[in-house]
T-cell receptor, first 119, second 111 residues
């Protein structure tokens, strides 16, 4: 089975440009998470969706960041305009289940990440 | 606020035992997780504790004390491939899959 698929794996862009990161969760998983990882702050949750609906976006840094999940097999994270401080690895993760986490151990399956460099 | 603390770096020798500690202060608790992350790769799940005590899985064990807000990951018979970052994460509520991660402990295993 394919795991969580993210694209692009690497992106280098200039300040002010729009960046779109993409994620395809594992088929059948109903929750999807976007995390950002930096050396200083570690792995931070940006937003998570359950059944395609945003549940918690309290980690989204500011209005420059937006995320969508138009269907169960696709999500995007967009940064517009991008800034050098947005440079990080952005991970998408998904989890299976049909309700509260009692039905599983809560194991998140992560994609390989998108490494973003904003110059 | 949410606070999850781990040592930043640790070193150990091949064949030895190492214990990586994690303390947490969170509003709500419903499980503690350990993930392994090799450099340049995605985090992968290692263990899960929701009740006090020790969970053993091969060379790796994880311990939880909810009253103390404390967990540790114990790695036995260290191998070079165990060189990685180890991330402690807390789930705060029964009704969410959301995990809050610590900044991770980078472990280097030397021959």
């Amino acid at each position: 089975d394919a795991g969580v698929i993210q694209s692009p794996r690497h992106e280098v862009t200039e300040m002010g440009q729009e960046v779109t990161l993409r994620c395809k969760p594992i088929s059948g998983h109903n929750s999807l998470f976007w995390y950002r990882q930096t050396m200083m702050r570690g792995l931070e949750l940006l937003i998570y969706f359950n059944n395609n609906v945003p549940i918690d976006d309290s980690g989204m840094p500011e209005d420059r960041f937006s995320a969508k999940m138009p269907n169960a097999s696709f999500s995007t994270l967009k940064i517009q305009p991008s800034e050098p401080r947005d440079s990080a690895v952005y991970f998408c993760a998904s989890i299976a289940g049909t309700g509260p986490p009692s039905r599983n151990t809560g194991e998140l399956f992560f994609g390989e990440g998108s490494r973003l460099t904003v110059l | 606020g949410q606070n999850i603390d781990q040592p930043t770096e640790m070193t150990a020798t091949e064949g030895a035992i190492v214990q990586i500690n994690c303390t947490y202060q969170t509003s709500g608790f419903n499980g503690l997780f350990w993930y392994q992350q090799h450099a340049g790769e995605a985090p992968t799940f290692l263990s899960y504790n929701v009740l006090d005590g020790l969970e053993e899985k091969g060379r790796f064990s994880s311990f939880l004390s909810r009253s103390k807000g404390y967990s540790y990951l114990l790695l036995k018979e260290l191998q070079m491939k165990d060189s990685a970052s180890y991330l402690c994460a807390v789930r705060r509520s029964y009704n969410t899959d959301k995990l809050i991660f610590g900044t991770g402990t980078r472990l280097q295993v030397f021959p």
